[in-house]
């Protein structure tokens, strides 16, 4: 059984460009969660999916970031327009729909963000 | 926002020791996890904890889910230098939101 799966692993962009950061969860999960972690820091919640609906983006600045969880394929998190700021580890995890399990996130490896 | 306060924020000890580290909050958490991350990969779940007062051990660890509900310990007995990493404890409010702690970063010296 395939962990969660993040591509690409490192991402490098230059300021004002766009960033796309894919997440597929693990097999049979339909909850996906997205955070950010800057360096020697803990991990920052940005975003709640299930398949096509947000259910909970709190944690994610209210411009130039989106992210969606479409019925088929992977989640995405898009950054438009980044700036040197949105440098960082940005992970994606997963969780199953049911009973105690649901409670559990399993992370994947992460992409990491520089913007030059 | 809720916060969980982690402690210590760093270990240094010798390979065989055994360790001991926290988290606590103002706060009720339904379900604690402890996470290990290695440099450049995501976090891995050490030990999930769903209720009050359950001590659960996953080898060398054991990890307890305080009486109160607001705070949780793991421990690690007789390290070894691969025990190496940051670990963040993670408390869950309510359905899928959950906090996590700033970790605690080990090193091991053999």
């Known amino acids: 059984n395939a962990g969660v799966m993040q591509n690409p692993r490192h991402l490098v962009r230059r300021r004002g460009q766009e960033a796309r950061l894919r997440c597929s969860p693990m097999k049979g999960h339909s909850h996906v969660y997205w955070y950010r972690q800057l360096p020697e820091e803990g991990l920052k919640f940005m975003v709640y999916l299930q398949k096509e609906n947000i259910i909970d983006e709190s944690g994610m600045p209210k411009e130039r970031f989106s992210a969606e969880f479409p019925k088929e394929g992977p989640s995405i998190l898009r950054i438009q327009q980044v700036v040197r700021g949105d440098s960082a580890a940005y992970f994606c995890?997963?969780?199953?729909?049911?009973?105690?399990?649901?409670?559990?996130?399993?992370f994947g490896p992460g992409t990491r963000l520089t913007v030059t | 926002g809720q916060q969980l306060n982690q402690s210590p924020q760093s270990m240094f000890i010798q390979e065989g020791e055994d360790v001991s580290m926290n988290c606590t909050s103002s706060?009720?958490?339904?379900?604690w996890l402890w996470y290990k991350q290695e440099p450049g990969e995501g976090p891995v779940l050490l030990i999930a904890l769903y209720k009050a007062g359950e001590l659960t051990s996953n080898g060398r660890l054991t990890a307890q889910f305080g009486i109160t509900r607001k705070d949780s310990f793991l421990n690690i007995s007789a390290s070894i230098p691969s025990d190496v990493g940051i670990y963040f404890c993670?408390?869950?409010?309510?359905?899928?939101?959950?906090?996590f702690g700033a970790g605690t970063r080990l090193t091991v010296k053999p």
């Open positions: 993670a408390g869950q409010l309510r359905n899928n939101d959950m906090r």
């Open positions: 706060s009720i958490f339904n379900t």
């Open positions: 995890a997963s969780s199953p729909t049911l009973g105690h399990g649901a409670y559990e996130q399993y």
